[in-house]
């Protein structure tokens, strides 16, 4: 990550407070900062966390600072002033933090990662007394808010990371594990925004490949890879179909993580279109300029799968990523095709651009049928009408048990990841059938419910285990920065699975 994050304490090994720091400024022990931070909640719309202390140092009183702003206290909201500490001088931002919510502190971590100079180092008070829910999410805002994937020759990124020094109450021991959890989890969001904002010059499914399988060998975790002769040979219709068209071959990614003393088995599904034209399908130029990011879902998975260990899930989680890309060509899957999936099911193809279930009923079928896991969860971008229902702020998800849906929908709210339950309408089923194979991949008719019917197609491969699909064809992808989502990529998933994993991943059995 661009920021380090660390906690202040004293030589003596304690918290250290704004006062001691300040005075250590003044005598020259320490360097003045770049910034200092200081919270504003709305409840009062008053400095808090130790602003008194800087009166001394400022034009005027900290209160007086906030006032001639007419600051409200608003997550994200900043003023900005300076203080003069000896021989040097810091700028001072006074930070909103809103209600203290963690999706309060999460924004107002970006806001001032956005606030400090790249390579410079900067203090905050803003943590001060937050429970460690808080610090976790301050923390992750601040990394998160910080992210940038550039390609430019000529990057002013600075010569090195940013250093951020949280000055904290209570047992350092206790904050520094806070801080070190949220340094896991939003190292993960960026390695999956890094795999999905990847071109996909670079980005074939063999590359995606080898870069889970060095993943895996750094993060204690199993490997396995299908090549396209392997997945033959297992009949994966499905990914061999949506591949046919390209030069660069189909894989199937299996990574696994069993802890000591797993009681229950979770498989991670996600859709690796490493690049999708639409195949013969093929999408209008404006539709492609994002498609380089339909690999969201796998990315997710990967990302989470390599912070499992670091984390200490006690889950045995298997993460399967079916990566292919969709071209067209000569040999491209065309309109009408009937292929035949991973234990057999037959589908006629009547849009080739409805590829991402294509894969993933493979995979599905493939974890149903020989990993035998307690739960199966899919994610992928996989509709439009997703977006076009949720927009950019959640995702959809679809579950066939409301105890799996409740837990994933309170895992997302708590993380940020925030999900929103859409029905599966058994009764739009027979929109699916087909006269010449066993379904069709896309419904008859016009005016469908897009998202549910992909749904109900999955639903298909996933047997009768308790399953939940997440639709983030808009969650995965951002026009701009938005608090701790950045430009690009968004990661979105990662925090999401991560907490409910971390969790133990309840799953009630049926009765």
Known sequence: MPIDVQIAVTPAGRPQPLSEFLAAVTQGVLEAPAVIAVPVEAADAAPSGGAADLDGYLGAAAAMVTACAEMTGRAGEVAASVAGLGSGASRVVFLGVGDRSPAALRKAGAALARQVPAGRAAVVTVVLDEADEGRQAFTEGLLLGSYRYSLKSADPAGSGPTQISLLVAGPTDRAQAV???????????????????????????????????????????????????????????????????????????????????????????????????????????????????????????????????????????????????????????????????????????????????????????????????????????????????????????????????????????????????????????????????????????????????????????????????LDIAGAARAPADDGEISKGATGFGTRLLLHWLSAGARVSQPA
């Open 179 to 469: 801080v070190d959890r949220a340094v896991t989890v939003a190292g993960a969001v960026a390695l999956a925004r890094d795999l999905s904002n990847t071109p996909s010059s670079v980005k074939s499914p063999a590359w995606l490949a080898a870069e889970a399988v060095s993943l895996a060998d750094r993060h204690s975790l199993r490997s396995r890879v299908w090549t396209d002769a392997d997945l033959v040979s297992g009949g994966f219709g499905g990914l061999l179909g949506v591949g046919s068209g390209s030069v660069r071959p189909p894989r199937l990614i299996e990574l696994s993580y069993e802890p000591p003393g797993w009681d229950r088995h979770v498989v991670l599904v996600g859709k690796g279109i490493t690049f999708d034209s639409g195949g013969l399908s093929l999408k209008p130029n404006d539709n492609m300029k994002l498609m380089k990011t339909d690999m969201a879902g796998g990315a997710a998975v990967i990302a989470v799968m390599s912070a499992l260990t670091a984390l200490g899930v006690p889950t045995r989680v298997t993460g399967l990523v079916a990566a292919a890309e969709n071209m067209p060509s000569g040999s491209a899957l065309r309109v009408g095709d009937v292929i035949t999936h991973y234990g057999g099911r037959t589908v006629e193809v009547l849009n080739t651009d409805a590829e991402g279930r294509l894969v993933l009923a493979d995979a599905l079928a493939y974890a149903d049928q020989v990993l035998d896991p307690d739960v199966l969860v899919d994610i992928a971008t996989l509709t439009g009408a997703a977006r076009v229902a949720l927009g950019s702020v959640m995702a959809a998800m679809y579950a066939t048990q409301d105890a799996l849906a409740a837990d994933l929908l309170a895992a997302g709210t708590a993380s940020g990841d925030r999900l929103w339950r859409m029905p599966l309408a058994g009764e739009y089923r027979d929109g699916l059938e087909s006269s010449v194979a066993d379904l069709a991949n896309v419904a008859h008719g016009a005016g469908r419910a897009g998202s549910i019917d992909a749904a109900l197609f999955l639903r298909e491969f996933a047997g009768e285990r308790p399953w939940a699909h």
